[in-house]
């Protein structure tokens, strides 16, 4: 199966030169290293990612050191702009980042220190697979500067696990939060729901199962079924059921009471955390649409407006960066509407809001009509913001709609 396809933008110089005078140096600047590489492709999965067998000619050995011709790319096109940014975010993402060794990634992150230099308190994250989380790896990662692990759980019900595809023993995610506790870092765990088959008591375990860890964050993904994945061909042969609409929204209730009882509050439509502190620093970068530079193939990247993403491939990704080029595909500048209504999508998703200012008159002129729905919090929009319910939240795209005239 190959990944989902890049969009079409315009050409970008070999230099990676971009088309401004200045970038803010207010803003925040966040990281994300992608890492593309995974043992078993989930059936559900249309991320940019490679088994062993899809990435002949490409070692996962010499992954860091294309990542590290990136970033002194960056570091290049970025200087000119003006003085560099620390980083207050770096995210290693994938894929399973900790398929690489520990010594990989903290040199990685090595290579971004020593680049843009990091916050005091910057954010840390490596998303990790149960079954590679050790004591070791997880003291190594501290050790190099990681502040959080993301553990991909998804279910706790070895037969929701098994229609995914996903090859992790459940019985190794306490493990893997204990590890991470014992070296001090945070722990977000990330769940799905909706998988074909599953059942609202399959679902309530996997929650109550992620609470009682103990977990500082928790993620919960509605299970999209993307066209030509396994998963979608599975369904379209009918070898398995569509998701049930009403069943994922019970089970988006279910999570978000269960979350509150446990006293992880939502911050974002699809995500928990204990408190402010342990919010996912680096994803409300990106829904309140700071910058960042994406390394890695198939990153995305957004400086001062400016939008851009890498070559897929991992092999063309270093074939780019040997020869001295930018591995950049495409980028695109997007004009003032195309900007208002993506502003409009990301903020209305945070539990801070999007400011009425911000929309136009006839925007506001259905904020009425929502609040009587339902879908907006009336308290929050006299004062000033937009501030989804919990009904809102389960149609936030309906909200998106009727704001973004």
């Not at 990681?146 to 459940?170: F, K």
């Not at 209730?253 to 979350?259: F, G, I, K, T």
Request: proline content about 6%; hydrophobic content about 45%; charged content about 25%.
């Amino acid at each position: 199966m190959a990944p989902s396809a890049l969009p079409v933008g315009d050409p970008v110089p070999a230099d990676g030169r971009l088309p401004l005078a200045s970038v803010d140096s207010s803003t925040d600047f966040g990281v994300y290293v992608h890492v593309p590489f995974c043992r078993v492709r989930c059936g559900y999965c249309d991320f940019n990612t490679y088994t062993a067998e899809e990435l002949r000619g490409v070692r996962r050995d010499d992954y860091p050191g294309s990542v590290a011709a990136e970033v002194a790319l960056a570091a290049s096109v970025l200087g000119e702009l003006g003085p560099l940014r620390r980083a207050a975010t770096v995210f290693f993402g994938g894929g399973t980042p900790t398929l690489l060794a520990a010594e990989a990634l903290a040199g990685m992150l090595d290579d971004v220190r020593d680049a843009f230099g990091l916050e005091d308190g910057a954010e840390v994250t490596v998303e990790a697979n149960p079954d590679t989380v050790t004591p070791e790896l997880a003291e190594r990662l501290a050790a190099a500067g990681v502040t959080r692990l993301s553990i991909g759980m998804q279910s706790a019900v070895p037969e929701v696990l098994a229609i995914l595809d996903r090859t992790h023993d459940p019985e190794n995610v306490a493990t893997a939060v204990r590890s991470a506790r014992a070296a001090g870092l945070d722990v977000s765990l990330d769940l799905i729901y909706g998988a074909p088959g599953e059942t609202l008591a399959q679902w309530r375990t996997s929650v109550e199962t992620a609470l009682e860890l103990g977990t500082d964050h928790l993620s919960a993904y509605a299970l999209i079924v993307e066209e030509g994945t396994p998963l979608h061909r599975r369904i379209r042969r009918g070898e398995l059921a569509l998701p049930d609409d009403d069943l994922q929204a019970d089970m988006y209730e279910l999570v978000d009471d269960l979350a509150e009882a446990a006293g992880l509050g939502w911050y974002e439509v699809s995500n928990w955390a204990r408190d402010e502190a342990r919010r996912s620093r680096h994803n409300l970068a990106y829904w309140r649409g700071t910058d960042w530079w994406g390394f890695g193939p198939g990153a995305h990247s957004h400086v001062g407006g400016v939008r851009w993403w890498n070559v897929k491939h991992p092999a063309a990704y270093a074939q780019r960066l040997a020869a001295g080029s930018s591995p950049a595909a495409a980028r695109e500048i997007p004009d003032a509407e195309a900007a208002r209504l993506e502003r409009v999508l990301l903020g209305s998703r945070i539990r801070e809001g999007l400011a009425l200012a911000e929309l136009p008159a006839d925007s506001r002129r259905a904020v009425a009509p929502l609040i009587a729905d339902g879908l907006v919090d009336p308290g929050a929009a006299f004062g000033g913001r937009i501030v989804l319910t919990r009904r809102g939240r389960l149609l936030a795209d309906a909200v998106v709609r009727a704001l973004a005239v």
